[in-house]
């Protein structure tokens, strides 16, 4: 496994990136379809699909790949990683999707921090990120105990891309990003005021999915847990050509 230190900025740097597609993409898809939600929305879940599988790659091998407090937590839950290294990784994604938010206000001549004030607090929101952060947690961890890591970074991003469709919230599905779209009043901002409950929302579906893995995978070691996103790189282990 890498030294914390090159994991932590494995996550920033993967967070910051996804931040900026999924901000980015929106304000892009605003511009070039005006007033065509579902375009709009299309374009937005397409670019968000196909960089988290760029991103999940990039970082991987690193880090796991986990962008979001949720994965991590869970990941920590099922003994795949520390408790300390999980807190560690929750600022680190945080900070990461803050910065992705500038950056991409800042690409597309906005001001570097706007407060969203896209309400999205309602019953069917808060269901729809319990739905979706516990699929996102079902898929990671069943893919991890099958032995079929290859194929995450695919999976997480085609997952995505269609739970912004199936789903009234459009899938946020980690803390860390709703944090970051709630400063760009854009078309994939959030208020200030919704982040708490979709928050919750995403807590407690990480909770349902992880009883649903525990449910569905019981026995799993240690060692295989410690296989989420992408296998961590040891020192003995030859990084994917």
């Known amino acids: 496994m890498a030294p914390l230190s090159r994991r932590l900025l494995a996550e920033f740097l993967g967070s910051a990136v996804l931040a900026a597609v999924v901000i980015g993409s929106g304000i892009a898809a605003e511009t070039l379809s005006p007033g065509a939600t579902g375009l709009e929305l299309l374009e937005n879940a397409a670019a ?6 760029a991103i999940i790659l990039m970082v991987g091998p690193v880090s796991g790949a986990h962008l979001n407090p949720v994965v991590s937590l869970v990941d920590a839950a099922f003994g795949g990683l520390s408790w300390r290294d999980a807190a560690a990784y929750l600022p680190a994604q945080v900070a990461g999707c803050v910065s992705g938010a500038v950056v991409a206000n800042l690409m597309y001549g906005h001001t570097a921090i706007s407060l969203s004030t896209k309400h999205r607090a309602t019953g069917a929101h808060f269901l ?11 898929v990671i961890f069943a893919l991890a105990r099958t032995r079929r890591n290859a194929v995450a970074p695919a999976a997480v991003g085609a997952y995505i891309g269609a739970a912004y469709f199936f789903t009234s919230s459009t899938s946020f599905a980690n803390p860390a990003i709703a944090v970051g779209r709630m400063l760009s009043d854009t078309f994939a901002g959030i208020a200030p005021s919704s982040v708490a409950p979709f928050v919750a929302a995403e807590v407690l579906g990480g909770l349902v999915g992880y009883a649903l893995v525990r449910a569905l995978y019981p026995g799993v070691t240690h060692a295989e847990a410690a296989q989420v996103v992408l296998p961590h790189q040891s020192p003995s282990t030859p990084a994917p050509s």
Not at 48 to 53: N, P
Not at 128 to 138: N, P, Q
């Open 48 to 53: 968000t699909a196909a960089g988290l599988f």
């Open 128 to 138: 729809s990120e319990v739905v979706a952060t516990a699929g996102l947690i079902l």
